[in-house]
C-alpha cells in the first residue's frame, strides 16, 4: 500500500438525518449506581455520570454502560527497545534485559515481526529476523520492512523489487506517489502529508475546511474543503454525531485545519527526535515506545493532540464527564488548566465515524 497511511473519510456519504442523541452529565436519571450512561429512547438523551477510580465505562447494551475495572497492567504489551521490569512485560519471545525489552537476534527463526529485535523485520521469504532495509533501498512490501523513519513505497505487489523505501515526509507536492485514491488519503511519504489520485496518483496540497471550524451540519454537503491545489480539487468529509447536548452534527476536519496540524506536527517531531528508531518495526508509532522514550508532558500532549484530530465532531462543545466516559484516556492525560500499541501493515485506518 502506500506506506504509512491514515484513511480519513474524505468521500461522499448518503445523507444524514439529525437523529443524533444528545448527552447530558446526570446522576439521578441512570438506573443503578454501576450505570455510567443510559440513553432514554424517548428523548434521546444519553445521561452521563463517570465511573470512579480505576473503573472505565463499557457497553452492556445498545441503551446502557456499566462501570467496570480496569486492570492497570497489560501483560505482553511492551514491544523490543521498550521499557520493561519483567520478561511478561514484554511481547512475544521478547526477554526483559536491564529493564528493557529484546526480541530475536539477526538470522534467528521468527513467527512475526515482533519477535524481532529492535532494527530487524521477520522476512517472508525465509521468516528470520533479518536488518530493516534503508531509505532508497529496493525490496520492500511494507513498512514494516523499512528502517523506522521511512515507509514502503509500493509500485508493484508482487514484485517487491520495485519497491522503494521513502523517507517519511519527502515526497514533494505533485510527484508521483502509487496507490493513492480519488477521495484522498493522509500519507507520511509526503511532505504535506497527503495524497490524491486526480488521473495520477500523486502527493498533494493538504485541504482546508471552506468554512470556519467547527461547521454544524445535517448531511455531507456543507462538509466541503476550499479549492485545492493546482487542480483546484474540492474535497468532502462526513458529517457526524457529537458528544454535545443539543444533538448537534459538525464536520470532520480536513487534514490542513488546524486542528488536525496540531496533532500531524507532533507524528514528524517523533520521527525527527530519533526515539523513533529505538524500537522494534511495528512499535514505531506506538504508545509503548512513545511512553519509554518521550517525556511524560510530550506524550501526554501527543495523545489529547491525537484525539482531538481523530475525533474532532465528538469534542465540539462536550461537557468534561462525557468525554471522561467516552474517551477516559484522553480525559486522564489532561493537564490542570486545559479543558497501543499501533500496528503498520502498510495503510493505518483510523475511521471517524
Request: contains cysteine; aromatic residues 12%.
Amino acid at each position: 500500500m502506500l506506506g504509512l497511511a491514515i484513511l480519513i473519510t474524505l468521500s461522499s456519504v448518503k445523507a444524514l438525518s439529525s437523529t443524533c442523541p444528545a448527552y447530558k452529565c446526570n446522576k439521578t436519571n441512570l438506573p443503578n449506581q454501576s450505570s455510567c450512561s443510559y440513553l432514554n429512547t424517548t428523548s434521546n438523551i444519553t445521561y452521563v455520570n463517570p465511573c470512579k477510580g480505576d473503573y472505565i465505562c463499557i457497553s452492556t447494551s445498545s441503551t446502557s454502560s456499566q462501570c467496570q475495572y480496569k486492570s492497570s497492567y497489560i501483560a505482553n504489551s511492551q514491544v523490543s527497545g521498550a521499557k520493561c521490569l519483567y520478561n511478561q512485560d514484554c511481547t512475544n519471545s521478547n526477554t526483559c534485559i536491564q529493564n528493557t525489552c529484546h526480541g530475536l537476534s539477526i538470522n534467528t527463526p521468527c513467527k512475526s515481526h515482533l519477535d524481532c529485535d529492535v532494527g530487524l523485520f521477520c522476512t517472508p521469504s525465509n521468516m528470520t529476523c533479518v536488518p530493516q532495509l534503508k531509505k532508497g533501498q529496493l525490496g520492500c512490501y511494507e513498512d514494516a520492512n523499512c528502517v523506522n523513519n521511512a515507509g514502503c513505497q509500493v509500485f508493484s505487489q508482487s514484485n517487491p523489487e520495485n519497491n522503494i523505501c521513502t523517507e517519511y515526509f519527502s515526497v514533494d507536492d505533485y510527484e508521483v506517489l502509487a496507490g493513492c485514491n480519488a477521495t484522498g488519503d493522509v500519507n507520511y511519504l509526503c511532505k504535506s502529508g497527503f495524497c490524491v489520485d486526480i488521473g495520477t496518483s500523486l502527493c498533494y496540497p493538504a485541504p482546508i475546511s471552506a468554512k470556519k471550524t467547527p461547521i454544524s451540519c445535517l448531511n455531507n454537503t456543507v462538509c466541503i474543503s476550499k479549492l485545492t491545489g493546482k487542480a483546484e480539487q474540492v474535497f468532502t468529509t462526513s458529517c457526524n454525531c457529537g458528544l454535545n447536548s443539543e444533538s448537534i452534527m459538525f464536520c470532520n476536519i480536513f487534514p490542513g485545519d488546524d486542528v488536525y496540524n496540531e496533532y500531524d506536527s507532533m507524528v514528524r517531531d517523533w520521527i525527527t527526535s530519533g526515539n523513533i528508531m529505538k524500537c522494534n518495526t511495528y512499535g514505531r508509532f506506538g504508545s509503548s515506545c512513545m511512553k519509554s522514550y518521550w517525556s511524560d508532558s510530550k506524550y501526554k500532549e501527543f495523545t489529547r493532540k491525537m484525539y482531538r484530530a481523530l475525533y474532532y465532531p465528538k469534542f465540539v462543545n462536550a461537557e468534561d464527564c462525557v468525554l471522561e466516559m467516552a474517551f477516559y484516556e484522553y480525559y486522564e492525560l489532561l493537564d490542570k488548566g486545559f479543558g497501543d500499541f499501533i500496528a503498520l501493515g502498510g495503510m493505518i485506518a483510523f475511521l471517524i465515524v
